[in-house]
């Protein structure tokens, strides 16, 4: 079994500073406390080539480290990066390939003009369908429109996930943004792809965290607080948005979270605190249903329920979410396990979740291209 | 814009493969996708660099195979739209 040991965050949103400024400024705390002991690192960044004119980005972290002979590899799977780049590490130390692992999830996107970066997102879909002039948040609002008329659910339910995250950002010292919205401000926000409005979007983000993780037999020398990776599960789906059968389940969602579950020997049921990825609002129920925390078609009751807001039955997104926190693509992944690790060492301050022992995170590449489902447990 | 077929199982796709998804075989032919029904729209306000600021994206059923176009109005559910290419891709309108 893997464990993670320490966490670091820098603050996301716009950043002067450079991608490997944020990237060191999220490592340097744990390279102080334990450089000499890390013998690999996993640097998940997706769009260093377009939004910062570098590749090879893994070996010029570890330089401006000071770790210029330590192995490392960079982990790329778009949004997704950072759920698989804690898989990766999981693996290299489950394996025996490494002990102790420096994850460092990081990106640095803002500085264009929205139609530029909307096109570097949109550079993931096939030729075929990109040419119609589609988005991501498009994609989001295709989803909307089918799960509100397939079941039956108010528009406002949607809306409702973007003021809880933000409630929750406001919590999180190290979100995007910290202020919290109202229902009406919500809908009264600009429209981006018709229902779906600006606060019901991720904003553009930079952003870094590293993780230290290591094996259960090292962890006594990182510190007292860990938090055990109890399972894993990775899954495709079809990258042809027009080959999918259904716009309101994503099958990738569903087959990883059923296998974290397996792998772990536990049910969505036992989860104290949930991470999911948010890059709308829609998704947040979406994949609320597909993880298995609530029925098909039944994930929007829950959140006009408050089910979902911290202090309720079932929190999703304590963080803040994507929503609110941000969206540094290559550090979402990484800051949801990151997120996970305060609420279960109790370090999450105002935002945090009483009693959490058991956490689950999703995170999820290219409109469901990808998903990597962790289950975490704590130690006590 | 054109639709995939596969000569042996008639399976039909829409983006390049190399083989199949169905039955593996690599002979297809490459039918012109020329007017579908219309199945959801969606107006598109923050679009993607090189394409106009506002524009409706529409998901049309074109012989079973889901194909996605860019119109300038919007187009009703259910009814008939002809697809044509401009010089950025599959656009569509009011059949
Ligand atoms: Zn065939």
């Not at chain 1, 202090?311 to 929503?323: A, C, V, Y």
């Given at each position: 079994m893997?464990?993670?040991?320490?966490?670091?965050?820098?603050?996301f949103?716009?950043?002067?500073?450079?991608l490997?400024?944020?990237a060191?400024?999220?490592?340097l705390?744990?390279?102080?406390?334990?450089?000499?002991?890390?013998?690999f690192?996993v640097?998940?960044?997706?769009?260093?080539?377009?939004?910062?004119?570098?590749?090879?980005?893994?070996?010029?972290?570890s330089?401006?480290?000071?770790?210029?002979?330590v192995?490392?590899?960079?982990?790329?799977?778009?949004?997704?990066?950072?759920?698989?780049?804690?898989?990766?590490?999981?693996?290299?130390?489950?394996?025996?390939?490494?002990s102790?692992?420096?994850?460092?999830g990081?990106?640095?996107?803002?500085?264009?003009p929205?139609?530029?970066?909307?096109?570097?997102?949109?550079s993931?879909?096939?030729?075929?369908?990109?040419s119609a002039?589609?988005s991501?948040?498009?994609?989001?609002a295709?989803?909307?429109?089918?799960?509100?008329?397939?079941?039956?659910?108010?528009?406002?339910?949607?809306?409702?996930?973007?003021?809880?995250?933000?409630?929750?950002?406001s919590?999180?010292?190290?979100?995007?943004?910290?202020?919290?919205v109202?229902?009406e401000e919500?809908?009264?926000?600009?429209?981006?792809?018709?229902?779906?409005?600006?606060?019901?979007f991720?904003?553009?983000?930079?952003?870094?965290?590293?993780?230290?993780?290591?094996?259960?037999?090292?962890?006594?020398?990182?510190?007292?607080?860990?938090?055990?990776i109890?399972?894993?599960?990775?899954?495709?789906?079809?990258?042809?948005?027009s080959?999918?059968?259904s716009?309101?389940?994503?099958?990738?969602?569903?087959?990883?979270s059923?296998?974290a579950?397996?792998?772990?020997?536990?049910?969505?049921?036992?989860?104290?605190?949930?991470?999911l990825h948010?890059?709308?609002?829609?998704?947040?129920?979406?994949e609320?249903?597909?993880a298995?925390?609530f029925?098909?078609?039944?994930?929007?009751?829950?959140?006009m329920?408050?089910?979902?807001?911290?202090?309720?039955?079932?929190?999703?997104?304590t963080?803040?979410?994507?929503?609110?926190?941000?969206?540094?693509?290559?550090?979402?992944?990484?800051?949801q396990?990151?997120?996970?690790?305060l609420?279960?060492?109790?370090?999450?301050?105002?935002?945090?979740?009483k009693?959490?022992h058991l956490?689950?995170s999703?995170?999820?590449?290219?409109?469901g291209?990808?998903?990597?489902?962790?289950?975490?447990?704590?130690?006590s | 814009?054109?639709?995939?077929?596969?000569?042996?199982c008639?399976?039909?796709?829409?983006?390049?493969?190399?083989?199949?998804p169905?039955?593996?075989?690599?002979?297809?032919?490459h039918?012109?996708?020329?007017?579908?029904?219309?199945?959801?729209?969606v107006?598109?306000?923050?679009?993607?660099?090189?394409?106009?600021?506002?524009y409706?994206?529409?998901?049309?059923?074109?012989?079973?195979?889901?194909?996605?176009c860019?119109?300038?109005?919007?187009l009703?559910e259910?009814?008939?739209?002809?697809i044509?290419?401009d010089?950025?891709g599959?656009?569509?309108?009011?059949?």
């Amino acid at each position: 079994m893997s464990v993670i040991s320490d966490v670091s965050f820098t603050r996301f949103g716009k950043r002067p500073e450079g991608l490997l400024d944020l990237a060191a400024e999220s490592a340097l705390p744990i390279v102080r406390k334990y450089g000499r002991d890390i013998d690999f690192i996993v640097f998940s960044n997706s769009y260093s080539g377009e939004f910062n004119d570098v590749s090879g980005v893994n070996n010029l972290i570890s330089t401006r480290l000071s770790m210029d002979d330590v192995p490392s590899m960079r982990v790329d799977n778009t949004s997704g990066s950072g759920g698989s780049a804690v898989m990766v590490a999981d693996s290299l130390i489950r394996s025996g390939n490494a002990s102790n692992v420096l994850v460092i999830g990081a990106e640095k996107m803002t500085g264009y003009p929205t139609k530029k970066s909307t096109r570097i997102i949109a550079s993931l879909l096939h030729p075929e369908e990109r040419s119609a002039g589609i988005s991501l948040p498009s994609l989001a609002a295709f989803m909307t429109r089918s799960y509100l008329k397939e079941f039956d659910a108010p528009r406002e339910s949607v809306a409702r996930v973007a003021v809880k995250n933000h409630h929750n950002g406001s919590l999180n010292p190290y979100a995007h943004f910290q202020s919290e919205v109202t229902l009406e401000e919500v809908m009264a926000s600009r429209v981006i792809a018709d229902p779906l409005r600006i606060f019901e979007f991720c904003p553009v983000s930079d952003g870094a965290v590293s993780m230290l993780m290591t094996s259960d037999e090292n962890r006594d020398s990182f510190g007292n607080d860990h938090v055990e990776i109890l399972g894993v599960g990775y899954s495709s789906g079809t990258s042809s948005l027009s080959y999918r059968d259904s716009l309101t389940t994503i099958g990738s969602v569903r087959r990883s979270s059923e296998m974290a579950f397996r792998r772990s020997k536990l049910t969505p049921n036992y989860m104290d605190v949930v991470e999911l990825h948010d890059m709308a609002a829609v998704l947040e129920i979406i994949e609320s249903e597909d993880a298995g925390f609530f029925k098909k078609g039944h994930g929007w009751e829950a959140v006009m329920n408050g089910e979902t807001e911290i202090g309720g039955p079932r929190p999703i997104n304590t963080s803040g979410g994507l929503n609110s926190k941000g969206h540094p693509i290559g550090a979402s992944g990484v800051a949801q396990a990151g997120e996970i690790y305060l609420q279960i060492t109790g370090k999450a301050e105002k935002r945090q979740i009483k009693d959490a022992h058991l956490g689950f995170s999703l995170s999820m590449a290219g409109f469901g291209n990808n998903a990597t489902a962790i289950v975490y447990g704590g130690a006590s | 814009m054109n639709i995939n077929r596969c000569r042996n199982c008639g399976t039909k796709f829409l983006v390049a493969r190399s083989m199949c998804p169905k039955c593996g075989k690599e002979d297809f032919e490459h039918v012109p996708a020329r007017s579908g029904i219309v199945l959801e729209s969606v107006e598109l306000i923050a679009t993607p660099d090189p394409y106009p600021d506002r524009y409706y994206l529409v998901l049309l059923d074109v012989d079973d195979v889901k194909v996605f176009c860019r119109s300038q109005e919007k187009l009703k559910e259910g009814s008939q739209a002809d697809i044509q290419d401009d010089e950025l891709g599959p656009t569509c309108r009011k059949a």
